[in-house]
């Protein structure tokens, strides 16, 4: 029974072993977590299949303004003699020709002249609209890298506090072996041994927490990055190092101005929009093209028809204009107060962006500085507090309860660096700066 009971155990080793060697592992940092971010990205696939939908809408503009040339024919059978009357003075149509069929072509060229402006608008119109397309996907790109960074400095808290944590849990167990024989020489009650063993079981508590949402936030890495589920993400551990001197806040709103995507997206759909409301007012104009064609026929022992050639200028003018109102003048006239509306809006929005993020970025940047100053004296606290109770000045709880603070506050200072690293990130998104590498 012990020999099989051996043989299970290893078994369970091997297999857990094997599952730990299957887990893939891959060192990333961040801008290189951010590209893999968009070359996997599903709304950047999106927005590339509406970009090739505004560059078709832009090739079938074009088009408009080519030549036109159509071909058509046709045969037709007649089972039954048709009646002929020939009206051609000096010729009989006396008992009339065996027509049983007719054989009949044309060609016919028309190029476009003059139309009011409407090809022109409607070419302009879609140039404006593709680069309004490309824009939105580059303002997309900037929120993508945000949103991997954002996963980036929750998978770095994750991994920093069970490093804090798993540190202070083995010193944690050392202390609980000392308070053990402590007890067991009578120098400490039961009761101060239990409170330690407490306070390692609290720890152990805490870093199930944190593993728990490494697990998830690597998770959550794997498919923003497009990898197997099993990759297991070693983030840079210089991330929170990274940042800039914090300018004027007036400064940020200037860039945000002259550098966001969407505002400049949102200025070629304006430009858009103008060009729609002139090509609605040029139909009410008429359109001029060059016409020509050829024709030919044949019916046997009837008539033959070759070399009919025509040549002329055609002009087309619905009438009905003139008592009909322009319905897409009106609904393009709305459509330029829509985003006329929508620019100021997003304006207003980009001012307040900006300066909230600028608060909470100057905010997380003084947060550091209060939990360095917290960790320091947590830190002495729990010295003092150690020199106390080994001189029997002070009691396990005070001793507890100063090593818990430590724990927190140590854990907290890794978190405002990363916080504040983060912060700084989503200013530059803010503002349309945020460095895609």
């Given at each position: 029974m012990k020999r099989i009971?051996?043989?299970?155990?290893?078994?369970?080793?091997?297999?857990?072993?094997?599952?730990?060697?299957a887990q893939e592992k891959k060192q990333l940092t961040l801008d290189e977590a951010v590209q893999l971010g968009i070359q996997n990205s599903k709304s950047l696939k999106i927005d590339a299949a509406k970009i090739e939908e505004a560059t078709a809408d832009l090739l079938e503009a074009k088009n408009k303004q080519l030549p036109e040339l159509k071909v058509s024919g046709s045969y037709m059978y007649l089972p039954i003699k048709p009646n002929i009357d020939l009206k051609i003075p000096g010729v009989s149509a006396a008992g009339g020709p065996d027509v049983h069929?007719?054989?009949?072509?044309?060609?016919?060229?028309?190029?476009?002249?003059?139309?009011?402006?409407?090809?022109?608008?409607?070419?302009?119109?879609?140039?404006?609209?593709?680069?309004?397309?490309?824009?939105?996907?580059?303002n997309d790109k900037i929120a993508i890298a945000y949103n991997v960074a954002q996963a980036y400095n929750n998978l770095f808290k994750a991994n920093q506090s069970i490093k804090v944590l798993e540190e202070n849990l083995t010193a944690s167990q050392k202390r609980d072996?000392?308070?053990?024989?402590l007890e067991n020489n009578g120098v400490i009650a039961r009761n101060d041994r239990l409170k330690a063993n407490l306070q390692t079981s609290n720890i152990e508590l805490q870093l199930l927490e944190a593993k728990n949402n490494y697990n998830i936030a690597?998770?959550?890495?794997?498919?923003?990055?497009?990898?197997?589920?099993?990759?297991?993400?070693?983030?840079?551990?210089?991330?929170?190092d990274e940042g800039a001197e914090v300018k004027a806040v007036?400064?940020?709103?200037n860039e945000a101005r002259e550098n966001r995507k969407d505002l400049k997206a949102l200025?070629?759909?304006?430009?858009?929009?103008e060009l729609g409301s002139k090509s609605a007012k040029a139909e009410n104009l008429p359109s001029i093209a060059f016409t020509g064609g050829y024709v030919a026929a044949d019916i046997p022992k009837f008539l033959t028809l070759y070399n009919a050639v025509n040549v002329g200028v055609g002009i087309s003018y619905n009438l009905s204009n003139l008592w009909k109102e322009n319905s897409s003048l009106r609904q393009s006239q709305a459509r330029e107060k829509q985003l006329a509306a929508n620019d100021e809006l997003l304006n207003d929005n980009i001012k307040l962006d900006v300066n909230r993020e600028y608060q909470n970025t100057d905010y997380s940047k003084k947060r550091i500085v209060v939990y360095e100053k917290a960790a320091e004296q947590a830190n002495e606290n729990y010295r003092i507090t150690k020199n106390k109770y080994d001189n029997g000045l002070a009691t396990m709880t005070e001793l507890l309860d100063a090593d818990a603070a430590q724990i927190s506050s140590n854990v907290g200072v890794i978190n405002a660096k990363a916080d504040a690293a983060l912060a700084y990130r989503k200013l530059l998104q803010t503002t349309g700066t945020l460095t895609i590498k």
């Open positions: 009971n051996n043989s299970v155990i290893a078994l369970s080793l091997f297999i857990g072993m094997a599952n730990t060697n069929q007719v054989a009949y072509g044309s060609v016919n060229l028309s190029v476009p002249i003059y139309n009011g402006g409407r090809i022109k608008y409607g070419i302009q119109s879609a140039k404006y609209l593709v680069e309004a397309s490309k824009l939105s996907t580059e072996d000392t308070f053990l024989k690597n998770i959550n890495m794997d498919l923003l990055l497009g990898l197997a589920d099993n990759t297991e993400i070693e983030v840079d551990q210089n991330y929170i007036d400064f940020y709103v200025a070629q759909q304006r430009k858009a929009a």
